[in-house]
């Protein structure tokens, strides 16, 4: 099957704020830290594709998000996480003393965007169904994550990522179009989330 998206196509680019009040017609999800790429299902090389080009990611990781796909070719945006460590469970020892296992991290791919499904280019689709269709077409797994997003209480989920270690979100529009390779207004990383004015 042809795609309708070139291997050239690089990632939209978020445009960085360090403030911003919480606007109306948005979602809020956690900005990841790792590397930003496309990643090409049934597309032959290169398998990912970050800003700049080609980019060198695990070969396993691909195939876990191959078989977790369910289509036959697609284009998914999102992040290569290097670190990722897992929460970990208390558990009792023998003597009843409670700990935490500490488990070693591991890559993983966390999906937020849907560029193309069998073919068909879902460029000029609005971001909320886009996302729609990513959930039916990539099931989540231990290597694949879905990035969660939020419509309301942008403020307070905001405060809560950055509890939970991720360093600021992103707020997206949600009728925005896919624009690839250009800074775009309609995605914002912002570091601090101020109540929307009346």
């Not at 971001?127 to 942008?154: A, I, Q």
């Not at 707020?171 to 570091?191: F, H, M, Q």
């Amino acid at each position: 099957m042809t795609t309708l998206l070139g291997a050239e196509i690089a990632p939209q680019r978020p445009r960085f704020v360090r403030e911003r009040a919480e606007p109306k017609g948005h979602i809020l999800e956690p900005e990841w830290a790792g590397t930003r790429v496309l990643v090409r299902i049934g597309q032959g090389e290169p398998r990912f594709r970050g800003y700049a080009g080609a980019v060198d990611g695990p070969r396993e990781l691909y195939d876990a998000i191959v078989a977790d796909a369910q289509c036959a070719t697609a284009v998914v945006d999102g992040v290569l996480v290097s670190d990722w460590r897992d929460e970990s469970d208390l558990e009792v020892d023998d003597e009843g003393n409670a700990y935490t296992r500490q488990y070693g991290g591991r890559r993983i791919f966390a999906a937020f965007d849907l560029l193309e499904v069998d073919g068909e280019s879902l460029l000029a689709v609005p971001l909320l169904e886009r996302r729609r269709h990513l959930e039916g077409v990539l099931r989540p797994s231990p290597n694949v994550r879905l990035t969660p997003f939020v419509t309301r209480g942008l403020r307070s989920w905001h405060d809560t990522l950055l509890a939970q270690g991720f360093r600021r979100a992103v707020l997206k529009n949600w009728n925005s179009t896919y624009a690839p390779g250009r800074t775009t207004d309609d995605w914002l990383v912002v570091e601090k989330l101020k109540t929307a004015m009346p």
